[in-house]
C-alpha cells in the first residue's frame, strides 16, 4: 500500500483531506495486523467527537512501558520517524529532531512511570497515564485543550496508530514496525 502526493503541511494546516489520510492508513494498517494476528484492535479515531480518550492494556510492566514513551533512542525506533525528547518539565520533544523542528512540543507533567504530558501547542495536550497491574501496563490517552470546534482529527489518527506500534512493540515477537519509511 502506498499513497502519493502526501505534503506534510496538510497535516499540520488540515487544508487536504490527504492529511488524514495518511494518519488513518497508519491507524487502519495498525488494526489490520492486530485482526490477522487475533489481538484486541486498538481504539479508532471517532471523527464525530470532540475529544481524545483511549485505553489499552500493554503486556509490560509500567517502567518499561514509560521508557518507551520518554527515551528518545527507543521512542524513534518503534515510532518509525526520528523524536528527540527532553524528558523533564520544561523540556522539548521534536518531531524529526530538536535541529529540524523550530517549534517543538513542551514536557509539561512527568511523573516517573506514571505520567507523561506534552503541550503540542494548538493541537493541545497530550497525556499518558500508566496503571500497572500483574505485569501488565495500562495505558490512557487523553488529548485535550485543543478548539472544539476544529479537533485534530489528523494527529489523533497518528497518536492512535503509534500507540498500536507502541503495543505491538513490547508484545509482539520479533517485532517489525507496520509503517516502513
Known amino acids: 500500500m502506498s499513497q502519493t ?6 497535516v499540520i494546516t488540515g487544508k487536504s483531506i490527504r492529511g488524514v489520510l495518511e494518519t488513518y492508513w497508519g491507524q487502519a494498517l495498525a488494526n489490520l495486523a492486530e485482526h490477522c494476528e487475533g489481538r484486541e484492535l486498538t481504539p479508532r479515531v471517532d471523527y464525530t ?11 509490560a510492566e509500567p517502567a518499561t512501558v514509560f521508557t518507551s514513551l520518554t527515551d528518545s533512542e527507543t521512542v524513534t525506533r518503534w515510532f518509525g520517524f526520528p523524536i528527540e525528547i527532553e524528558p523533564h518539565v520544561g523540556g522539548r520533544f521534536a518531531m524529526g ?7 517543538p512540543a513542551k514536557v509539561v507533567d512527568l511523573v516517573p512511570d506514571r505520567k507523561f504530558s506534552i503541550d503540542w501547542g494548538g493541537a493541545g495536550v497530550g497525556t499518558w497515564e500508566l496503571e500497572g497491574s ?27 496508530s503509534g500507540l498500536a506500534e507502541l503495543r505491538r512493540y513490547h508484545e509482539v515477537p ?3 514496525p507496520v509503517i516502513l519509511a
Open 49 to 59: 467527537a470532540t475529544d481524545l480518550r483511549a485505553s489499552v492494556v500493554i503486556d
Open 174 to 176: 520479533d517485532w517489525q
Open 97 to 103: 529532531g530538536l535541529a529540524n523542528d523550530p517549534n
Open 134 to 160: 500483574g505485569g501488565k501496563t495500562r495505558l490512557t490517552l487523553v488529548q485535550s485543550g485543543f478548539d472544539e470546534s476544529r479537533p485534530p482529527y489528523a494527529a489523533w489518527g497518528g497518536i492512535l
Open 5 to 10: 502526493h502526501f505534503d506534510f503541511q496538510d
